[in-house]
C-alpha cells in the first residue's frame, strides 16, 4: 500500500467530448446500459451516476450526479475486452449504470440473469450467456449483487469493494476481487497514526457494509493492539449523501464534536461523496484539522479540486498500488471522433456542453479523469476473465478444442 498526500487541486473543467464504441439502447423505464453481442457476455456494474434521489418512502428513482471518472472506467472494460483474443470466440458486454444503489443494482443483475440475447436483435436467442460479472463499485452494493449471482454460479469480481465481510466463502462463494480486502488497509492507517504518535483519534464511518465494517474493525484494531484513543466512533445516517436538511443537522452536530475535541486526526472511513459533503462543511465552518482518508475517497479528483480545500487542513490517504492500463489513454484521446453512446448521451441531455474548448483541450481534460488505480483492477479483472476462458476452454493461438457452452461454476 502506498501512502498519498493530497494537498491542492490538480483538476481540469470538464468538457464535451463525443467517444464510443459500441451500441447500446436506453429506454423509459429501463436501466441504462451498453451491451455488446458476444458468444460468452461479460456483465459489468458500474455507478455512472453517484446517487439517486431515494428518500425514505418507496417510488420510482431518477438518478444524478454523473461521474466522468466512472464512465471512463467503464470503457476501460470493454477497452480490456478487445484485447482478448480467442480464436473464433467472440466476447461480448452488458454494462449497467447502478447509480450505486442496491436495489437499481438488483434489478440490473436479473436483467443481466435473464437476458441472455440481444435485445435489440429480432433473431433467435443466440448462445450467448453471462457467465461473470466485474462489479460493483461499492462493497454494500456488491454484497446485494453477489447473494443473486451465487444462486447461478455466476462469478463476480470487484475492482473496488473492500469490504471484509465479501471475503466469508460460505456466504458468498462466487465472489472474487482485484483489490485486496480492508483487513490490509485498516492495519496500514493504525501504523499511520503510530508513525506519527498521535493519541487520539475520531473514527467517522458510515452506515453501510464498507463505512460500518471499516470502521469496526479500526476500532478493534486500535484497542487490540495499541495505547492509542479512539476518542468516538460516529456512524453517518444511511441516507447521509442526500444532503437534505437532515444531514446538515447531522453534519453541524459532529463538526461541534470534532471542534470541542483534541483528538489529533479524524478518519473518514467513507465513501467520496459522503467525505465531499463533510469535507465541504468543514471548510464552510472553519474547522482546520488533519484528517485521514479511506481508499474510497483517497484519490477523488472531486475532492483534491474543492475550492478552499487547504483550508480542511492535511489529508493523509490510502490508495492501493498503481498502474497505468497500457494504451489506454491513447485510445480514449482518439476516441473522439466515434459516435455517441448511451451513457455518455444521457450525460450530454443534462449538462451544458463545453462547447468552447479546443478538441486539443478536450481531450487533456478527458485524459485527466483517467486513473491508476481502480481503472487498472478493472482491466486487471477482464485480464483474469480472458485468461480462465483459455485454459477452460483449452485454447491454443488457432483454436479452441471446446465451444463457448459452458456452465458458469466452470469458470471459477
Ligand atoms: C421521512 O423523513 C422525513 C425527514 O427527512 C420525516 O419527516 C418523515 O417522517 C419520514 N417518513 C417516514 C415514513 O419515515
Ligand atoms: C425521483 O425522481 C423521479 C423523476 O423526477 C420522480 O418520479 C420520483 O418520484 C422521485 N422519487 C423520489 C423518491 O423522490
Ligand atoms: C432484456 O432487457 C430489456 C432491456 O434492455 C428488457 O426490456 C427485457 O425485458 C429483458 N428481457 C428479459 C427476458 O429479461
Ligand atoms: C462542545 O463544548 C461546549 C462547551 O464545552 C458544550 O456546550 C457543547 O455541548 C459541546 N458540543 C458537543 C456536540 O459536544
Ligand atoms: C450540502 O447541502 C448544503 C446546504 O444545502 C450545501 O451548502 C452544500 O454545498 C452541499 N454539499 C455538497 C457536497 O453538495
Ligand atoms: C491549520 O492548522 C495548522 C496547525 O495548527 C496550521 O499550521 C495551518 O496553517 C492551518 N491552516 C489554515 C488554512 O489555517
Ligand atoms: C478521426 O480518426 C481518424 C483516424 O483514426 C483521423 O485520421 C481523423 O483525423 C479523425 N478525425 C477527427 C475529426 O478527429
Ligand atoms: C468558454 O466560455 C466561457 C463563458 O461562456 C468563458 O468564461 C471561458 O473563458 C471560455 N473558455 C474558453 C477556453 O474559451
Ligand atoms: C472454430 O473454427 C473451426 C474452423 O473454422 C471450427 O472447426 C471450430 O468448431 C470452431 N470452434 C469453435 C469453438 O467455435
Known sequence: MHMLYLHGPTMFLMGLFFMSVFHSSFGENSLLHAYYHGDIIIGGLFPIH???????????????????????????????????????????YDIYDTCGDVSL????????????????????????????????RYSEVSIAVARIVALSSVAQISYASTSKFLSDRFKFPTFLRTVPSDKYQTRGIVELVKTFLWQTVII??????????????????????????????????????????????????????????????????????????????????KVNRTWIASDAWSSSPKISAMPDIKLAGE?????????????????????F??????????????????????????????????????SYRIYLAVQVIGEGLRRLLKCDTH????SSKFTASEVQ
Do not use: W
Not at 440473469?113 to 461473470?132: G, H, I, R, Y
Not at 445516517?237 to 483528538?263: G, R
Not at 498503481?322 to 489513454?329: A, T
Open 50 to 92: 453517484l446517487k439517486t434521489n431515494r428518500t425514505n418512502t418507496s417510488g420510482p428513482l431518477s438518478c444524478s450526479d454523473y461521474d466522468v471518472q466512472m464512465f471512463l472506467r467503464s470503457q476501460v472494460m470493454i477497452y480490456a475486452i478487445r484485447e482478448i483474443k480467442l480464436p473464433n470466440i467472440t466476447i461480448g
Open 105 to 136: 443494482a438488483v434489478r440490473a443483475t436479473l436483467e443481466l440473469l435473464n437476458n441472455q440475447s440481444d435485445p435489440q436483435s429480432c433473431l433467435l436467442p443466440s448462445e450467448a450467456q453471462m457467465k461473470v460479472v466485474i462489479g460493483e
Open 204 to 285: 467517522v464511518g458510515s452506515d453501510d457494509e464498507y463505512g460500518l465494517f471499516g470502521s469496526d474493525s479500526l476500532e478493534d484494531t486500535f484497542s487490540q493492539d495499541t495505547n492509542i484513543c479512539v476518542e468516538f466512533v460516529q456512524i453517518l445516517s444511511a441516507d447521509f449523501m442526500t444532503n437534505n436538511s437532515q444531514t446538515q443537522t447531522e453534519l453541524t452536530e459532529l463538526l461541534e464534536k470534532i471542534k470541542n475535541s483534541s483528538a489529533e486526526a479524524i478518519i473518514l472511513f467513507t465513501k467520496d461523496t459522503n467525505a465531499e459533503i463533510i469535507l465541504e462543511a468543514a471548510i464552510r465552518h
Open 315 to 335: 489529508v493523509f490517504g490510502f490508495i492501493f498500488k498503481q498502474k497505468e492500463v497500457p494504451g489506454f489513454k491513447d485510445h480514449v484521446m482518439s476516441m
Open 337 to 374: 471522433n466515434g459516435t455517441e453512446n448511451a451513457l455518455l448521451k444521457d450525460y450530454l441531455t443534462q449538462n451544458p456542453l463545453c462547447s468552447n474548448q479546443s478538441v486539443e483541450g478536450r481531450k487533456k481534460c478527458l485524459a485527466s479523469y483517467i486513473d491508476q488505480d481502480e
Open 399 to 402: 483454436q479452441c478444442e471446446h
